[in-house]
Nanobody, 123 residues
């Protein structure tokens, strides 16, 4: 059984930091990513990483503030979030893909999802 389990969400003030973790069990995926969804908005890609080569991709809104990384030995994906803003408030999801087509930020490309972890940033 393939599972993605996120942790690390919480409430912080603007300017603060959080680190999200996602443990992937049962399978090694080719591409892993973080998405987020705020109330009333569509799910959007935040950052992604190819697990083999380590190439990373970021949404413009988080470039320079967020860092995606992985620990292959622990099958764990991370998202370090610094300089958080109120507009970063959302449910954050870990996602994994085996597919070879589609942009890294395309929701449909991902065939495994975690349950989500809430991030709330207050001003």
């Amino acid at each position: 059984l393939v599972q993605l389990v996120e942790s690390g969400g919480g409430s912080v003030q603007a300017g603060g930091s959080l680190r999200l973790s996602c443990i992937a069990s049962g399978y090694t995926y080719r591409l892993m990513a973080w998405f987020r969804q705020a109330p009333g908005k569509e799910r959007e890609g935040v950052a992604a990483i190819y697990t083999g080569g380590g190439s990373t991709y970021y949404a413009d809104s988080v470039k320079g503030r967020f860092t995606i990384s992985q620990d292959n030995a622990k099958n764990t994906l991370y998202l370090q979030m610094n300089s958080l803003k109120p507009e970063d408030t959302a449910m954050y999801y870990c996602a994994a893909s085996d597919r070879y087509v589609g942009s890294w930020f395309a929701v449909w490309r991902y065939n495994a999802w975690g349950q989500g972890t809430q991030v709330t940033v207050s001003s």
